[in-house]
């Protein structure tokens, strides 16, 4: 038990070393882990699919959206709101909190949509309708869950840490708006 405890440990060094010396390509894999992770619970709980029939490629386009959009763009938020908002505090964190639903929420739920739905191959007029019908019933959703996130995020946990907290929340949040983007119409 022992060996167990000093490899968990070690291993959480390693993360926090990494998270130290490349803050953005953590963060980015880790994001693109957990989009991916929250794609696959979609297709096996909520659509009930065979392992047979997962579809892959889906889960691959999901995961690149944390990868190179979801992590990099979460990082730079929170250094923006970090420098210009400020750093501990119950006002900071209920600013911080209004300026990311306020600002960031809308525009990144658009954007994730909009390129999910590129992802997937479809024209633009078809993304655009897509993106009436979803939009704001996700933005409704978000409004729900996220604020109280961000409020524990912003008040509690170092910025090298916060969006792994919201990662790791988002992975239930990921096996939603996959569900949502991927469900036929």
Same mark, same amino acid.
């Given at each position: 038990?022992?060996?167990?405890?000093?490899?968990?440990?070690?291993?959480?060094? #390693?993360?926090?070393?990494?998270?130290?010396?490349?803050?953005?390509?953590?963060?980015?894999?880790?994001?693109?882990?957990?989009?991916?992770?929250? $794609?696959?619970?979609?297709?096996?709980?909520?659509?009930?699919?065979? #392992?047979?029939?997962? $579809?892959?490629?889906?889960?691959? +386009?999901?995961?690149? =959206?944390?990868?190179?959009?979801?992590?990099?763009?979460?990082?730079?938020?929170?250094?923006?709101?970090?420098?210009? =908002?400020?750093?501990?505090?119950?006002?900071?964190?209920?600013?911080?909190?209004?300026?990311?639903?306020?600002?960031?929420?809308?525009?990144?739920?658009?954007?994730?949509?909009?390129?999910?739905?590129?992802?997937?191959?479809?024209?633009?007029?078809?993304?655009?309708?897509?993106?009436?019908?979803?939009?704001? $019933?996700?933005?409704?959703?978000?409004?729900? =869950?996220?604020?109280?996130?961000?409020?524990?995020?912003?008040?509690?946990?170092? #910025?090298?840490?916060?969006?792994?907290?919201?990662?790791?929340?988002? #992975?239930?949040?990921?096996?939603?708006?996959?569900?949502?983007?991927?469900? +036929?119409?």
């Amino acid at each position: 038990m022992h060996v167990v405890v000093l490899k968990f440990r070690g291993m959480i060094r #390693l993360y926090q070393n990494a998270l130290v010396r490349r803050p953005y390509l953590m963060q980015a894999i880790q994001s693109g882990a957990l989009m991916g992770a929250g $794609d696959l619970i979609s297709q096996t709980l909520i659509e009930k699919k065979p #392992l047979k029939d997962l $579809d892959y490629k889906r889960t691959c +386009q999901f995961a690149s =959206i944390g990868l190179f959009v979801g992590g990099p763009a979460l990082r730079v938020w929170y250094g923006v709101l970090q420098k210009y =908002i400020g750093k501990q505090g119950k006002a900071v964190a209920l600013k911080k909190v209004f300026v990311d639903q306020a600002i960031f929420a809308p525009s990144f739920l658009f954007m994730i949509l909009a390129t999910v739905g590129t992802m997937q191959g479809k024209n633009w007029d078809t993304v655009q309708t897509e993106i009436k019908a979803n939009y704001v $019933d996700v933005l409704k959703t978000n409004y729900l =869950i996220w604020p109280w996130v961000q409020l524990v995020n912003f008040y509690y946990v170092p #910025l090298q840490y916060q969006v792994l907290i919201v990662q790791g929340v988002a #992975l239930f949040w990921n096996t939603y708006l996959s569900w949502k983007t991927n469900r +036929q119409q």
